[in-house]
């Protein structure tokens, strides 16, 4: 489930609020002769994705407001357990962005709660970050592209997701949707504990596919066909610390569970590289 609120927000509520999240389906991985071609760079589809913003690095010296929209003051439905709030999301180190949930009231929700969102959407390439994820039962840290209903039409509803959901942080869930639709959830194995570790994510957005990387190991691979099309339209590149409620969010997330001190996740590096693009640093998947 896509939900669409604020300004130029989503929130995403797997669309599977009350299943479990699944493996990644075996032959995900396989590339059918035709793939390629379902969404080539010459369709009509793959031609908006390959449009979108410049390749950057951004090291969070700074909130560059330029580059980054705060949210503040709103929520996206009576589900969010806590208010966006620009003093939740700071730069206290340079080089070392917080985003922040914590138990001080804010515009009737019992927290406050913390997303930055690039000004600008963009397209094919990969998408990276460097972060530890914050922990606590009905809490959610997310790394994501959105772009949510233009001018109220939901066949542009797109969006690619990375969250690690606070209940058990040695797992992150992995989902992505076209025109609003999802189910295509997995649940991965990390490894480790992403809210004690500090790792590296990221995901590549081509014509015909989608790749999932943690620490430059390939977790999950989409193969796109007629019948199971990919995103296309450019997208916002979103990080958020949020919290649920309600029974159905419950379910998901578990029970909110606040243990006294905020619930953080920490950002060193957000870094795009558009299609056919050089890499802009030398950790980077596309150095490889």
Not at 124 to 134: C, D, F, I, K
Not at 169 to 178: A, E, G, I, P, R
């Amino acid at each position: 489930m896509t939900i669409w609120s604020g300004p130029g927000r989503r929130l995403c509520v797997a669309a599977t609020l009350l299943l479990q999240a699944y493996p990644a389906s075996a032959g995900e991985t396989a590339a059918p002769p035709a793939a390629a071609q379902a969404a080539s760079p010459a369709s009509p589809a793959a031609a908006q994705a390959a449009q979108g913003g410049a390749s950057f690095v951004e090291l969070f010296s700074t909130l560059n407001e330029r580059r980054w929209y705060v949210s503040d003051g709103w929520v996206n439905g009576d589900w969010q357990g806590c208010t966006w709030s620009k003093h939740r999301a700071r730069i206290a180190t340079p080089g070392e962005l917080s985003l922040s949930l914590t138990d001080i009231t804010y515009k009737e929700r019992p927290f406050s709660c913390a997303e930055i969102q690039t000004r600008e959407r963009y397209g094919y390439g990969t998408y990276e970050v460097r972060m530890r994820a914050g922990t606590g039962s009905g809490m959610v840290s997310a790394f994501f592209t959105y772009n949510g209903p233009e001018n109220g039409d939901r066949r542009t509803n797109d969006e690619i997701d990375f969250e690690w959901l606070g209940k058990d942080t040695s797992k992150v869930q992995l989902n992505y949707f076209v025109g609003g639709v999802g189910e295509h959830v997995s649940l991965d194995a990390l490894g480790f504990d992403a809210a004690t570790t500090t790792a590296d994510y990221a995901f590549e957005w081509l014509p015909d596919r989608l790749r999932w990387y943690v620490n430059g190991r390939l977790l999950r691979e989409v193969v796109g066909t007629p019948d199971r099309p990919l995103p296309s339209h450019p997208s916002k590149i979103m990080l958020s610390v949020w919290s649920g409620q309600g029974p159905d969010f419950a379910s998901w997330l578990g029970p909110t569970e606040y243990s006294g001190q905020p619930v953080t996740a920490l950002f060193e590096r957000v870094a795009f590289t558009r299609m056919g693009d050089p890499c802009g640093f030398k950790e980077s998947i596309v150095c490889r």
